[in-house]
């Protein structure tokens, strides 16, 4: 059916609300939000309208939808989420998509300080985001030396006095509380004040360490003394990261350089009035976008996301919707946000740093950058060439990989690539249920049917579907792709990437044919990393399942099944195929097994959950 935007456009309500346009592929090419509908789409077809960006956009729009919100503010939450979700060609859009690592204080009995790589919706506590990974690792390896913590993964109280110490007690890295000797409110005192440690409140720790060593060296306890010296000396390395100060506030300082399309943001995070770190983020923007448009784009999808918001943004210059945004920030937060373009003092001399850096990296990597893209564009251009695809937008790429030694752990991978580069924080990783022994093929199709129901179910890690889909395989392991895609009425293009004999990159498998690429090419260069990235994704999650079944099993994974039961399911059906064939009634008839249990185990192999 023919749009008649024309006719649409004068059926537009004056409420607050969000607008999509498309163009004729159905894509959506932009999406914007509006306090009165109907003025504001209206104007993009106006025939005084002479903004070469907006020019360039209304000849691409073939139809265009609109959602009514009940306030402006809904509106903009939902035009946030939407360019997030979508990333529509002519909005100015965040490139980068880097997960940033936290320290995580864990919920359960004897709480663990652990490295995360991002924040999970669970109760424990994080604190973070670190722009250095290292600067947390090193932090943590300074917590652990400070503070006696368990590392282990035990599951208290089931697991008390199940072991002897583990290593951490014998080199002194751990009071064994798992063996009741450290009382579990002396253990708590220590992580309490390792929190505070955390969060910077950490005024008495270099004195207390240097009474110690001081005492030590008087007992001629000369070992224990050299141990505290470098306790201090790693101590005063990490907060000598953290000296500059700025007041006692946390706040977020933005500064941005631009160069024809590309938009590099620069932000200092301050904490505690300290300088904690700092990053860059490249944009994707027009030439025809304004400073305050670009700063306000920037700022609600990077802050859509942050685990923290501080109290003060401080800005080169004033973004577009600036009141808006602000109450947008406060209501995420729960507290006033403000927004500050600071004239001089203190506050104009940081924003001027972070400006001359942005400048800087801009200068020193932008033309880097440029080529990178370049690039990907070209790979991308290759692959849709050679396989004849060029109706269709590669933008998103998947690749998966089965790993296993004679079928003993059988694991899948998925890598993700998003404009020819890597994108890391889509990675997932698969431990095969329903398959049993080395059987590649049954275990594509598992891997990829549980993918495809999570995207189904909404899943918020499972958002997107991949424009084409790799397997490392031949036949054999496309056929079970499409037998996945077509059982959940998908349909989307699959290739196997072929090795030669010396198991290096030969080609690709599209269709029946073998697809040969140029090996100088950059199409041919891309699919060998994706190649190689998927493999090695696979081993690593591999060897490390080979090293925790040391003392775990996948049945420690099922609701219901704690050590007691996983020991008598072992004894009494021998291995793990004979668990996962075994029937409802076999499971309940097990020694340690009642009917809730057995239908926990059972349905967690059969029914691939």
Not at 396 to 410: F, L, M, T, V
Request: net charge positive.
């Amino acid at each position: 059916m023919r749009f008649d935007i024309q006719g649409e456009l004068k059926n537009l309500p004056p409420r607050p609300g969000i607008y999509i346009m498309k163009d004729e592929n159905d894509t959506i090419i932009y999406v914007g939000k509006a306090g009165n509908l109907k003025n504001r789409v209206r104007s993009y077809f106006s025939k005084s309208q002479n903004d070469l960006k907006t020019l360039h956009l209304v000849k691409r729009i073939s139809h265009f939808e609109y959602l009514v919100t009940d306030t402006e503010n809904e509106a903009f939450i939902l035009e946030n989420n939407l360019i997030k979700l979508h990333r529509p060609k002519f909005n100015i859009r965040l490139k980068d998509d880097k997960a940033y690592p936290y320290a995580k204080i864990t919920s359960e009995r004897l709480p663990r300080i652990l490295y995360s790589h991002r924040r999970g919706k669970d109760k424990a506590k994080y604190y973070g985001p670190f722009v250095s990974k290292q600067n947390l690792r090193d932090l943590l390896d300074l917590v652990h030396r400070l503070w006696p913590l368990r590392r282990c993964r035990k599951l208290f109280p089931r697991d008390f006095n199940k072991a002897r110490p583990c290593l951490n007690h014998h080199i002194g890295q751990c009071r064994a509380p798992c063996n009741r000797l450290l009382n579990e409110e002396t253990y708590n005192k220590y992580v309490k004040e390792a929190e505070m440690f955390i969060q910077g409140k950490d005024v008495n720790v270099s004195e207390r360490l240097t009474r110690e060593m001081d005492a030590a060296a008087e007992n001629m306890e000369f070992e224990r003394a050299a141990e505290l010296r470098d306790t201090i000396a790693a101590l005063r390395g990490l907060r000598e990261k953290q000296k500059v100060e700025a007041g006692d506030d946390d706040r977020d300082v933005i500064a941005m350089a631009i160069e024809k399309d590309e938009a590099l943001m620069q932000v200092y995070f301050v904490r505690d009035g300290k300088l904690s770190g700092r990053e860059h983020y490249i944009m994707a923007v027009a030439e025809t976008d304004s400073h305050g448009d670009i700063l306000a784009a920037f700022i609600k999808q990077f802050y859509s996301e942050a685990a923290f918001i501080p109290k003060e943004l401080t800005l080169i210059s004033p973004p577009a919707e600036q009141k808006e945004i602000s109450v947008w920030l406060s209501g995420l937060t729960g507290r006033q946000v403000t927004i500050t373009v600071p004239q001089k003092g203190e506050k104009r001399a940081m924003v001027n740093l972070a400006q001359t850096n942005a400048e800087l990296t801009m200068s020193q990597f932008g033309g880097h950058i440029k080529k990178e893209a370049e690039r990907n564009s070209q790979a991308l251009a290759d692959l849709a060439e050679a396989l004849k695809l060029s109706d269709i937008s590669l933008t998103r790429i998947e690749a998966y990989d089965i790993s296993n030694i004679q079928g003993y752990e059988s694991v899948g991978s998925m890598i993700v690539f998003e404009n020819g580069k890597a994108k890391n924080s889509d990675y997932r990783k698969f431990r095969l249920r329903a398959v049993i022994g080395p059987d590649d093929y049954a275990g594509m199709e598992e891997i990829l049917t549980r993918r495809l129901k999570r995207y189904q179910d909404n899943h918020e890690s499972f958002g997107k579907l991949p424009d084409i889909i790799f397997v490392d395989g031949g036949k054999g392991q496309i056929s079970a792709v499409e037998k996945a895609l077509r059982a959940m009425g998908k349909s989307i293009p699959v290739c196997g990437m072929v090795k030669d004999d010396r198991h290096r990159t030969r080609g690709l498998l599209f269709r029946g044919e073998e697809v040969l690429l140029p090996h100088h090419g950059e199409g041919f260069k891309l699919v060998t990393r994706i190649q190689d990235e998927a493999h090695r994704f696979a081993l690593e999650y591999h060897k490390k399942l080979r090293a925790d079944t040391q003392v775990r099993s996948v049945l420690d994974d099922i609701p219901g099944i704690g050590a007691t039961r996983r020991k008598e399911l072992l004894k009494h059906f021998k291995n793990m195929e004979a668990i996962r064939g075994a029937s409802l009634e076999a499971l309940s008839a097990a020694p340690s097994m009642n009917k809730k249990a057995a239908e926990s185990v059972h349905n967690f192999f059969k029914g691939g959950k």
